[in-house]
């Protein structure tokens, strides 16, 4: 999977970042620039970006993601497959309630000069870049599936702020409720328990993404939504208490007849295990020291 390999290496990148300034649907990274490490362009990823730019303007969109003025984390959209290929965010901690909010869609998408906050799915309309509401409907056995999930949020402006379709994928039901949801649980509490930065305050970076299916009848929602094949996540954080930093990373296939838990992995494990998937993901995190063996 050259694809899901590049994008974990991107996701490295991502990992030491920050929370973007701007908002709206953008052209460049260069637009969310304090979201990278040190401002560092990200790595090539194959026919989509290249030097930080995206190669097919019309397929694929950042996404600095923004509800009611207040921007919250970051996307990459593929227009196309009508799904995000991740999302991105800085956590803060995490408060447990989950908000009763309609799912939105992002107007620029659509309309690059309507206004950049998101809105509530109009169900009379047919998107043409995106998903909408309508088209989960006829779920299929599928859920709405987070990649940034509401339960990651601190305040509940953030929380309500994923349930934005450019933040969900078709995630098969059980893969979502089960072993998904209990990996989501798992960094959770890794997060809250040793993410604490010199200052003391709980602070971890997180990218959750989806690899794309090949185009089929069988492979799409509503014949308009790619139904990934691959979920992956991974999450790094500074422990002032260890004096480290931490690191973990999973990923499961999109089915209802996987595993009921997903393994986490030391970036020794995922090295010796998964090289050829993540190889280039593991050397990055090796090159700045990060390991996870709490």
């Not at 908002?23 to 194959?46: A, G, H, Q, R, Y």
């Not at 196309?80 to 620029?108: D, L």
Request: proline share 5%; hydrophobic share 35%; net charge neutral.
């Amino acid at each position: 999977m050259p694809l899901l390999k590049q994008l974990l290496l991107l996701a490295a990148l991502l990992l030491l970042s920050v929370v973007p300034t701007e908002t709206e649907v953008v052209t460049s990274v260069e637009d969310c620039n304090k979201f990278f490490l040190k401002s560092e362009t990200p790595p090539n990823i194959m026919k989509i970006l290249e030097g930080g730019k995206i190669l097919d303007q019309n397929r694929y969109k950042w996404i600095c993601q923004s509800y009611k003025d207040f921007k919250t984390f970051v996307t990459l959209y593929d227009t196309q497959n009508k799904i995000p290929v991740f999302s991105a965010a800085k956590f803060n901690g995490s408060t447990p309630r989950r908000p009763n909010i309609p799912w939105m869609i992002e107007p620029q998408l659509e309309n690059i000069t309507d206004n950049s906050n998101m809105r509530r799915s109009n169900d009379t309309i047919n998107y043409n870049y995106q998903a909408g509401n309508k088209d989960y409907k006829t779920n299929q056995g599928f859920d709405r599936g987070h990649l940034f999930p509401s339960s990651y949020g601190f305040t509940d402006l953030e929380k309500k702020s994923t349930f934005t379709l450019t933040n969900i994928v078709p995630q098969k039901a059980r893969f979502n409720q089960v072993s998904w949801n209990r990996m989501e649980e798992c960094i959770k509490c890794v997060l809250n328990e040793y993410c604490f930065n010199n200052n003391g305050n709980i602070e971890g970076f997180v990218v959750i993404g989806a690899q794309p299916s090949n185009n089929g009848p069988n492979n799409s929602l509503n014949n308009r939504i790619n139904i990934p094949s691959v979920l992956w996540s991974a999450f790094c954080c500074y422990s002032h208490s260890q004096n480290k930093w931490l690191a973990s990373a999973h990923w499961g296939n999109n089915t209802d007849h996987g595993p009921e838990h997903l393994d986490t992995k030391t970036l020794g494990e995922l090295h010796a295990d998964a090289a050829p998937l993540i190889s280039d993901f593991v050397s990055y995190l090796f090159q700045i020291n990060i390991q996870r063996d709490w």
